[in-house]
C-alpha cells in the first residue's frame, strides 16, 4: 500500500529550526514531485513547497523563502524540509503530498506557488510543528 508519513515536527521557539521529513513507503519518490503543505488553526491549507521529479528543481511560498529548504533522497524515498528561522506563523500542521510533475504552462503557474505537482495522487497524515514566541 502507498504511504506517506511525515515525521520531525514539535515544539521550537521563534528563531529556532525543525527538519521535517516525508518517507514514502509502498513506493519509491524517484518519478514523483513532491510538495509539502501546512494549515494553520482556522486557515487554509497553503502550499509551502515543492520538488520536482525530472530535474530536482525547487519552489518556495514567498513566505518561506530563504529560510525552507526542500531536498530529495531518491535512494531513500525521503523528501526533506529543514526549516529555519521559524516564526511563530510557521504554526501548522505540515503535510506532504506526492504526484506527477506538472508540464507546461500549468507548471509555471504553479511554480509561482511554490507547487509543482500536477495530479496529487498520495497524501501523508502531517505532523504538528508549534512554533512559540
Known amino acids: 500500500q502507498a504511504r506517506l508519513v511525515e515525521s520531525g515536527g514539535g515544539a521550537v521557539q521563534a528563531g529556532g529550526s525543525l527538519r521535517l521529513s516525508c518517507q514514502a513507503t509502498?513506493?519509491?519518490?524517484?518519478?514523483?514531485?513532491v510538495e509539502w503543505y501546512r494549515q494553520a488553526p482556522g486557515k487554509e491549507r497553503e502550499a509551502v513547497s515543492c520538488?520536482?521529479?525530472?530535474?530536482?528543481?525547487?519552489y518556495y511560498a514567498d513566505s518561506v523563502k530563504g529560510r525552507f529548504t526542500i531536498s530529495k533522497d531518491n535512494a531513500n524515498s525521503t523528501v526533506v524540509l529543514q526549516m529555519n528561522s521559524l516564526n511563530t506563523e510557521g504554526t501548522a500542521v505540515y503535510t506532504c503530498?506526492?504526484?506527477?510533475?506538472?508540464?507546461?504552462?500549468?507548471?509555471?503557474?504553479?511554480?509561482?506557488?511554490?507547487?509543482?505537482?500536477?495530479?496529487?495522487?498520495?497524501w501523508g497524515k502531517g505532523t504538528q510543528v508549534t512554533v512559540s514566541s
Open positions: 503530498a506526492a504526484g506527477g510533475q506538472a508540464q507546461g504552462e500549468r507548471g509555471k503557474k504553479l511554480a509561482k506557488m511554490g507547487r509543482c505537482v500536477g495530479y496529487i495522487g498520495c
Open positions: 509502498g513506493f519509491t519518490l524517484e518519478h514523483y514531485a
Open positions: 520538488i520536482c521529479s525530472r530535474d530536482g528543481s525547487t
